[in-house]
């Protein structure tokens, strides 16, 4: 029978991420996220000019609603682009030999890591945008959650492919 132990560990012995590690996202997946950028602002900005025209037509003045929601999709807008232009350098995944992590996020900072022993099965995602960007989204999938606990998006294809293939070798080792 042996003896349950859990001794105390410093947070200092730990092993660390370092910044250098991570490996940026390729390009294609930045002109992606600012292609759906430009599409749907495009798209906001159109039904409030419809809005206002129909606004003009009706009263030949502007209410205060249609300056509101014009100020808050202009104020989105702008919040989205700066977390697109400053927060894509900052997204990266890093593999090292027990586990995978992925960074992101400008205004709301995040790093996800995920033990490869933790993993029951992975997945690739490629919707038509992505498909025609040649990207893919890397899922994984952990124990006791509905969802995927780690979701890579904007990988090179063959890369998450040669990724997903070890990853799927180590978890039929286990």
């Known amino acids: 029978m ?3 132990s859990n001794t105390s560990v410093r947070i200092d012995a730990l092993p660390s991420l370092q910044e250098e590690e991570f490996e940026g996202l390729p390009l294609r997946y930045r002109a992606l996220r600012m292609a759906i950028f430009a599409i749907v602002m495009l798209l906001v900005f159109a039904a409030l000019g419809v809005l206002m025209w129909f606004e003009w037509q009706e009263l030949n003045t502007f209410r205060w609603g249609v300056w509101l929601a014009l100020g808050a999709a202009f104020a989105f807008g702008l919040m989205w682009a700066i977390e697109e232009v400053k927060g894509f350098p900052l997204r990266g995944v890093v593999v090292r030999e027990h586990d995978l992590s992925y960074r992101s996020g400008f ?18 995602a490629q919707g038509p945008l992505a498909r025609a960007f040649s990207v893919c989204t890397l899922k994984l999938y952990t124990a006791g959650h509905s969802g995927a606990n780690l979701r890579v998006p904007g990988m090179d294809v063959d890369r998450a492919k040669r990724l997903r293939q070890q990853l799927d070798e180590r978890v039929s080792q286990s």
């Open 2 to 4: 042996s003896l349950f």
């Open 107 to 124: 205004f709301k900072r995040e790093t996800i890591t995920v033990p490869f022993n933790r993993v029951q099965h992975s997945e690739i």
